[in-house]
């Protein structure tokens, strides 16, 4: 029996997907996830995203692997986890009161086929304070975000509008992942079908 494999140690994704009454297991993906000069956001996360489903799905040719990549995109400027608490604090400071895009690339592989969506969703910033932006950072939380905040989080409070999904800017969008895990013939409301 094929089993679901989540090729992400992110536990916001590994929430996400239990939340769908789904069985897997975590196996994340040692992959570089540098980013390439002269690369956009979208095809970053679209080429993360395929890189880590294709390096587990090496492993486990028989097995439906998920993966996804998350980045933040202020200007077509790529806003990845930041590096310290220093570097969470200028990218706090320049999402403060302005739109940003939030990219999701996500893939389903088995053996040698591969599906992927794109998701985009629009999130704005009200103004932040300096003291606002040092007491968050101060909580640990942005240190391993995309765009150094998590909506989910302490930083709910941060967001004015929100156009798209939301569970995109968590790290997987939801509706899509589904959609994906269906076309695999993974069964979203229990566990794994027989794929062999």
């Known amino acids: 029996m094929a089993e679901l494999v989540l090729a992400s140690g992110s536990p916001r994704r590994s929430a996400m997907l239990a939340d ?91 053996a040698d086929s591969l599906e992927a969506a794109l998701v985009t969703t629009a999130v704005t910033f009200r103004s932040l304070s300096d003291e606002e932006i040092v007491w968050y950072v101060g909580t640990g939380e942005p240190l391993d975000k995309a765009g150094a905040y998590g909506i989910q989080g302490r930083a709910a409070g941060f967001i004015s509008s929100i156009s798209g999904s939301v569970s995109n800017v968590v790290g997987l969008p939801l509706a899509e992942t589904v959609e994906l895990l269906r076309i695999a013939g993974v069964n979203v409301a229990g566990s794994t079908k027989n794929l062999s």
């Open 20 to 110: 769908l009454d789904v069985d897997f297991v975590v196996m994340p993906a040692d992959v570089d996830e540098s980013t390439l000069s002269g690369e956009s956001a979208v095809d970053y996360v679209m080429r993360v995203a395929k890189l880590k489903a294709q390096t587990v799905s090496a492993l486990h040719p028989s097995d439906v692997v998920l993966s996804a990549d998350t980045t933040v995109d202020r200007d077509g400027e790529i806003l990845a986890k930041p590096v310290d608490a220093n570097d969470a604090v200028a990218m706090l400071r320049s999402l403060s009161g302005r739109e940003h895009l939030t990219h999701t690339a996500v893939c389903v592989a088995r």
